[in-house]
């Protein structure tokens, strides 16, 4: 049971390349989210997914598009990266309406030069 | 809008010493949950505790236990007895009843434990 896994764990880009950033949970879950942390700011909501199918975006979702492919993975989108972009992206999950807890992937460093 | 706060950037205490972390919210809603995230160098966001806002009782794991104030809307994180794997940030939690998709995080504390 690897829980949530997140590919890759460090990225660096240039300004206007694009890339995607993988997420899978093996357990089970209906709801998954894309995160950004960034110093002195905590972890803020880029997109997340309530169930399979279904995907809203979050309190800063501008520059970035998701894919729910199915109820495993849900992968994040960078277009045209922008060195605004530099932070570290994190992945979690839920079993859905009542929960108690997220769980969180280990992390991905992306720095956009 | 709901909004948390974390007022101390940075906290450092002695080795088997006690340490409150302090965690203060916005939020007109009266059910909600919260919750004490532990993230250290490894990146890894680890749940420390959380707590139901309808419960009265102060949660409690261990070495962690919770102050909870709702009149106040304050919730701080005690760890006594602490140790040198508690070094992390410590990021405090809001979640909404209704709005379950959603969670606001506040800006984290920096914990140091000296040894």
């Known amino acids: 049971n690897a829980g949530v896994t997140q590919t890759p764990k460090f990225q660096v880009l240039k300004t206007g390349q694009s890339m995607t950033l993988q997420c899978a949970q093996d357990?089970?879950?209906?709801?998954m989210y894309w995160y950004r942390q960034d110093p002195g700011m905590g972890l803020r909501l880029i997109y997340y997914?309530?169930?399979?199918?279904?995907?809203d975006k979050g309190e800063v979702p501008n520059g970035y598009n998701v894919s729910r492919l199915n109820k495993r993975e849900f992968s994040l989108r960078l277009e045209s990266a922008a060195p605004s972009q530099t932070s570290v992206y994190f992945c979690?999950?839920?079993?859905?309406?009542?929960?108690?807890?997220?769980?969180f992937g280990p992390g991905t460093r992306l720095t956009v030069l | 809008a709901q909004t948390v706060t974390q007022s101390q950037p940075e906290m450092s205490v002695q080795e088997a010493e006690t340490v409150t972390l302090s965690c203060t919210y916005d939020?007109?809603?009266?059910?909600?949950?919260l919750f004490w995230y532990k993230q250290p160098p490894s990146r890894q966001m680890i749940l420390v505790i959380r707590?139901?806002?309808?419960?009265?009782q102060n949660a409690t794991e261990n070495r962690f236990s919770v102050n909870f104030q709702k009149a106040a809307k304050s919730f701080s994180l005690k760890i006594s007895d602490s140790q040198l794997g508690d070094a992390a940030m410590y990021f405090c939690?809001?979640?909404?009843?209704?709005?379950?998709?959603?969670?606001?995080f506040g800006p984290g504390t920096s914990l140091s434990v000296i040894p």
């Open positions: 939690a809001y979640r909404s009843e209704t709005s379950y998709d959603k969670v606001i």
């Open positions: 997914s309530a169930s399979e199918g279904t995907t």
């Open positions: 979690a999950s839920t079993r859905g309406i009542s929960y108690n807890e997220q769980f």
């Open positions: 357990m089970n879950h209906n709801s």
């Open positions: 707590q139901e806002a309808y419960k009265q």
């Open positions: 939020t007109s809603e009266s059910d909600y949950y």
